[in-house]
């Protein structure tokens, strides 16, 4: 659930049974069964934060790839410094510090 939550738009069924070690059969049945949001994730790692006093810094960008033709991860997103949408690699930072 949180490798398919977390990962970039690109993320499929075909990597993640490569990652976990099982059919991409059962991992397609399985998100047709669940219905996971972001805010599911959050609901998970809250556990594991102090969010009284703590800080978390999310930033993403978008590395520019315009030439690239098979690179694996490379997509279309939304690039700030574009102002559209440009092919490239998604960089999400998360930083968490707690007192």
């Given at each position: 659930m949180g490798f398919l939550m977390s990962g970039p738009k690109s993320t499929t069924c075909t990597r993640l049974s490569e990652v976990m070690g099982v059919s991409h059969d059962s991992v397609n049945r399985f998100l047709l069964r669940e219905a996971y949001e972001p805010k599911d994730l959050f609901a998970e790692a809250r556990?594991?934060?102090n969010l009284m006093g703590g800080?978390?810094?999310v930033d993403d960008s978008t590395l520019d790839k315009p030439y690239s033709k098979?690179?694996?991860l490379v997509t279309h997103f939304w690039s700030g410094k574009h102002h559209r949408v440009a092919k490239g690699l998604n960089l999400v930072t998360l930083y968490y510090t707690d007192p």
């Open positions: 556990k594991l934060l800080t978390l810094n098979h690179m694996d």
